[in-house]
Each structure stands twice: as structure tokens, then as C-alpha cells.
């Protein structure tokens, strides 16, 4: 006998691209596995930055029309459409960018309807994880990552973590701005030799290079940093690819994304420091990129709000 | 203006020992915390094994007379009891002990209702990643940890798993089995220049000894194993502390567990294998034993049900 559906979660998808594509994807090939735990995803629309197609019974699954109306406005999948969660519903996010200090506030005092772990390492349980140490009244003091699919987040906005960094250092290859194709012709090479005599002096003082984000109380700070090599960052395997193409480092984020994703060595690491753990932080490490990743930490979020679905029996 | 209470969750604690009572004092800490975010613990009843005190309260709470007699009764924390789940209640556990396949069943059909977090690596949230990874469609395929408090779980029950292997090993310091006393006087000795000589010889390979947990598809082992010492379980910090006592690896899973936490040393690592994580296996790594750990463990999972206790506005 089957179980019977518990959960009903009907799903409008906002962007269609390569994550979303995976998430329909999975969605389908999951239906098996989540009947047997009685949740059921009901995808009832799709949209992408021009039209929005809905399933022909949309209305009977708690979207009116004006609702619908303003998911076709959406221009971003990652807007907070504060009146959805006013409304009762939830909202999933892969990039979420608060527009200001209110619409912060609306996402926060919303926080048990909105998942964005799929923001930070793909579907690393980072915020997962955070927001429990948290709830246990376990105080975050600190969080070090070392980031690479992520680092498009945490350079978000970029004008002011990443962009202005990315400008000096490139301005480093001369008084003018260079062309994309100069840069790659010859100012890789000046990049990549400036950055190999960085990685010797490090290497003769026993140390590596990492590029990490710190987050503490007091702000936020992302940079290349020299690390002993047997700190937990400086033991981070597939190391070898991160200074083969240092360079790479400073050019776009997301070329470092798409370097990693290529060689198929990318992952993040995060660590963690609390009072529970202060001498042996929380550390979460692995693959954190990927449309295929990324999409199942999207999908473990949607299944994580089913409680808030529940059927009446 | 406060935020209003939107979750009400009222909680019976069954065994008061050294995580229990951190427990109760995380819940008073945090109530201005929980407030915040619109949820309320209410401790309505306490047992140990002789008896159970309960709330002026306690019936308006949903618990019934026929319920308290029930958990009175429970002479475990750890038992199932699966009455009180049949009734729409949650239970939390440290260390869930299922007896026999029905029992397990019940657990499984009632999984949204369950949390034992705290059972495995103390708060590290190693179970809520392996759900994520499971209800995102992920198929995991094998799981690799070096355990210091788990090992108790993983041992557990240990007539299968961890007491013949126990057994064996203490039984090779003579042909007759040793008394406490005799073990600790002239065993651990023994032990102790055998262990060495292990030690010693895989330096030489240039590998390490770690004590791990495999779980696959086709089964479960645990033991010491041989690993190359920049693997990831050989690269584990701490592991000075395990090489030092490489004997009590043997002894009980209770004397690691202490030696641990009182050189305050103690970390688990866990890694996990599925499709999204085959190259690069999700690792979490971090503090895995403590009382004051393993409560805010607990308390998380306690959070985590909120969604089924919303009271209607």
C-alpha cells in the first residue's frame, strides 16, 4: 500500500537556467522517493525573464491572478517578493539580494518561510548549519571560508567586496586599462609571475597562499592570504590548482568558478567558530559548484518547508 | 513591540543526566533568543529512571493521563515509544535504540516526527546532511568516519558490532579474560608497546593509524585502519592525542569519549560519498563530544520541529 500523500508543495520556478533545468529535472526523478515519504512537488508554473506558463489548475493551488501578476513582473529570480511571503507562501532562493535595510528586515521576520542554501557552496549545508548553531543559542563568532563557486556570492555587491579589488589589482598591469584580450595575451604572464614569486616566498616560510573570506562581528574582509601549510585552509586538497592558475584568481570570479568546474576539483571549505566550537571549529568542506549540486541543495530546501504543507488528513 | 509567539513547544525530558541538565539550561538561555523569532519552549514535565515530574499545566499541553503513566514507565531514553508518535507527538533522542525491524519501521514511517541529531558527532549536523542529500534525489553511496564520542553509537548494539571485536582484542593480552584492575595495571602495558610497534611500522610506510567507521551499501566496518597520512582521516589534527592512548582505542568507547573531552581535543570527521560528492565527498568535520555540545545538538532538533507546533494567529 502506498503512503499517502502528507505534503502537497506546489512550486512556481522563477529563471530556467541551468540550475532550474536540473531542479525540474530532479523534481521528476524524485517523485518515486518522495511519494514513499508522502511529499508531493506540484510544479503549477515556470518563467524566465519574458513569459510566465502556468499549469491550467494554478488557482486551486493557492495562487490568484494578482499573484501570478506580479511573478511575471519578477525581473529577478532572486528578488524578495515580500507580499508572497505577507501572503503565507514561502520563497527559495539561490542568490537572494536584499535591496536595503527593509527588505532585510521582511526576509528575516519571515526566516522559517524562505531556504537559500544553494547561495553559499551549492548544496554544501552551510546556512543549514549555521542557522542551528544559532537556534541552540551557541554564539557565531567567526566564519573563515575558502571559496570558489561561492565567490560570486560574498562578492556580491561587487562595487564594494570585489569590484574595486579586482580593478587595482588588474591596474597593477599598467597606468591604462588593458582589453580582455591584452590581459589574456600578456597580462597573464606578468600576473602569473608576479604571483609565482608570491607562492615561493610563501612556500620558504613554510606557507601557502589561500583565497579566503573572513567573517567576524566587527566586518568582512576577502583576500588572498598567506596560511601555514598545516592550518586547516593551507590542508585543503586539490591546492595544486588554485596556484597553478593564480592568475585566474584575480580576473573574474567567475572564471574561477568555471576553472573549477572544469577540472572537476572544485569544493569550498568553510570553518565555523562558536563557544561550542572554539578550539575545534565546525568545518564543512566539498564539492561547491556544479548546476547538478546546486540544484539538489534547491530541491533538499523545498523538501525541508513540507512541513508547512501538511494536508489535512 | 514583541514579535507575537507563533510556535508553542511544549517538552517532556526523559533522563536528566549530564546533557539533559545542559539542556534545560541552553532552553532558559535562550528563551529571549527563541522569543525573538516567535517560538516558546515550555519544559513540562522531567524523569529520570525513578520518576517524573510534570507541570501544574501538563494536561493542557496535550499530554493525557494514559501518555504520563506511559513515559513513566519509559526506562529509557532512548526507547521508541511509538504510542506517543501514533498520538501526533514528536520525540528527540540521543541515542535512538531500535529493537528489532518493527520498531525501526515505526521510526522510519514517523521520520518527519524524529530527530537524533545528537546521536552521531554530538551537535555536528551530520544526520540533517545526510537527510538534505537524501530527499534532494542523491544517492549515498558510502559513508567514511573517524569517530571518537560516536563510536559508542556505532558500536551500539555492540554484541554485533563493537563487543565481539572488543572482546577479541582485550582477550589477546592472555588466554584468560582480565579483571578491570589486572587490565589497567599490566593490559594497558601490553597494549600499549603492541600499539607502538603498529604505530612505528606504518610511519615507516609513511601512513598513520586512524580508528574508522565504513558504511556501504553491502555493509558496515569498524576498525583500526592503515591510512597515507596526507589522506583526509590522516590529515586530522588531534590525532597526536589518539596515537598517545592508542590502547584505550580498545578499552571501551567510554574511556576514548572521556580522554577526549578531557584533553578537550575531541573532533569527529565525516565524510560522505553520493553522485553530487564522489571526487570531493561532503566532509564535516569539528567538536564531537561534550555535554554542553551535545545539548545545543538537541536544542537545535527541538527548533527544527517548530513548523508542526504553530498555534493559529
Chains 1, 2 share one sequence.
Not at 94 to 117: M, T, W, Y
Not at 184 to 205: C, I, N, P, Y
Request: one cysteine or more.
Amino acid at each position: 500500500m502506498p503512503t499517502p500523500v502528507k505534503s502537497v508543495l506546489p512550486v512556481v520556478l522563477l529563471g530556467c537556467g541551468g540550475v532550474g533545468r536540473y531542479l525540474l529535472r530532479h523534481i521528476v526523478s524524485c517523485r518515486p522517493l518522495h511519494a514513499n515519504q508522502g511529499v508531493a512537488i506540484r510544479v503549477v508554473g515556470v518563467a524566465d525573464s519574458s513569459s510566465l506558463l502556468v499549469a491550467e489548475d494554478v488557482h486551486s493551488n493557492g495562487l490568484d491572478d494578482a499573484l501570478l501578476t506580479q511573478l511575471c513582473a519578477a525581473k529577478s529570480a532572486g528578488s524578495p517578493l515580500s507580499s508572497l511571503l505577507a501572503q503565507g507562501h514561502c520563497q527559495l532562493f539561490k542568490n537572494p539580494e536584499a535591496r536595503g535595510k527593509e527588505d532585510f528586515q521582511k526576509l528575516v521576520s519571515n526566516f522559517r518561510r524562505i531556504r537559500f542554501e544553494s547561495t553559499v557552496g551549492a548544496g554544501l549545508p552551510v546556512i543549514a548549519s549555521v542557522t542551528r548553531i544559532i537556534a541552540s543559542g551557541d554564539p557565531v563568532s567567526r566564519i573563515v571560508g575558502s571559496l570558489s563557486g561561492t565567490l560570486g556570492y560574498v562578492m556580491n555587491p561587487r562595487d564594494d567586496l570585489g569590484g574595486m579589488d579586482v580593478a587595482r589589482k588588474v591596474s597593477e598591469l599598467g597606468p591604462d586599462a588593458v582589453s580582455t584580450k591584452d590581459f589574456l595575451e600578456s597580462g597573464l604572464v606578468q600576473l602569473d609571475k608576479s604571483m609565482e614569486e608570491r607562492v615561493k616566498a610563501a612556500a620558504s616560510r613554510g606557507n601557502v597562499l589561500r583565497y579566503v573570506a573572513e567573517i567576524e562581528s566587527t566586518g568582512c574582509q576577502v583576500g588572498l592570504k598567506e596560511l601555514p601549510k598545516d592550518s586547516a585552509l593551507g590542508r585543503l586538497r586539490g591546492s595544486d590548482n588554485v596556484v597553478m592558475h593564480p592568475s585566474l584568481l584575480f580576473f573574474s570570479p567567475f572564471v574561477w568558478s568555471s576553472l573549477y568546474v572544469t577540472t572537476d576539483c572544485s569544493f569550498d571549505q568553510v570553518e565555523i567558530y562558536s563557544r561550542c566550537y572554539q578550539s575545534s571549529p565546525l568545518v564543512i568542506q566539498g564539492a561547491g559548484a556544479g548546476n547538478d549540486t546546486t540544484a539538489a541543495g534547491v530541491l533538499a530546501d523545498i523538501i525541508d518547508l513540507q512541513d508547512l504543507f501538511q494536508t489535512t488528513a
